[in-house]
């Protein structure tokens, strides 16, 4: 073949792929609308292991509560033992079938013993949910490093443990359900939440990549994912620290109840994204394709900040 040739080949086989790419993004958006219109159908829960992280207390807490009617097996994992097995107790009352664990997701040693005890115990988990985390809270500089790795290690690294322990089942079996419980600071930096906001967009940017690798293995694997984007809710965690400018429009969006609610929710309808409120979430997802100087605008305009808590030392 010629060199104007091969030149022709590549131009018209380019056309095509924008073309074809034209008209999914297209049929995509016709049918998330429908989709808004029609939601799909709830998937059952009931023949699921799930493991929950930081399930005892804020978020976790009330996903563990939110998933009791569903028939689930739970799993719950935490570093604070006492209200981890108050928890456990709670959902037992409630008929759930539940197993508590005291473990520090961040120790990757302490990760594979309670992975492998789960394993024994209850059955292969089926579903992920990595939900515990830490927000440091001050300006970057009054961060001490300790503080920095710790950070990472709990909300970053100790996701990758946990899949890592899971996954390959999940590979045999050819399904699974892998949930991160993000947060807008993973969209959107703003001030005094640097370090929190780099975490989160890591998280961020394990789920999609993830998510990519897995879907060109050879196998038909039916491992779904689903990142959720909560902004501020009122728990131990953010109380009386994380503004925003709007939580008068939609008061219950502050409670974890809330969250847990459209996180279940989300799960069951296999979403890839679960932005809580849906508004001001997506709003920060459209902004990203804006001009910066207009970014900072909206931001602002967003009013979320983080109020310093007490300042580490270097
Ligand atoms: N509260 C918010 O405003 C908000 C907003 C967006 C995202 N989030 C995210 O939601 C998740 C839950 O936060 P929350 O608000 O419920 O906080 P929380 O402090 O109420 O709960 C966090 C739980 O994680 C556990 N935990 C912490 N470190 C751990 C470790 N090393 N090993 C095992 N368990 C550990 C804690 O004991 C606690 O039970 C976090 O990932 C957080 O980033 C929270």
Redesign the pocket.
Known sequence: MTEVKRGLMFWLVAAKDVLVLYFYTVFIFFESFIQLIFPPKLKSLKNETILI??S?????RMICLELVSTGAKLVC????KWDNDGLVKELRNLGATAFGYE????DRQKVRTAADQVKTDVSDVTMIIN?????PCHSFLSHNPKEISRAFE??VL?QLWIVREFLPRMIERKCGHIVA?C??SGLIGSRNLSVYSSTKFAVNGFMEALQDELAHRPEDLNIKFTTVY????D????KNI?HTRFPWLMPEFTT?QYVAKRTVEGIRRNRESVCIPPSIVLFAFCLKSLPSKVFYAARELLGIYCEPKATATR
């Open positions: 992280t930081g005892a207390s804020g978020i976790g994992w935490d570093i604070n473990v520090d997701v961040s939900n515990a985390g830490i927000m709990v909300n100790s419980i947060s807008l909560p902004t501020s809710c728990t131990s965690f953010s994380v974890p």
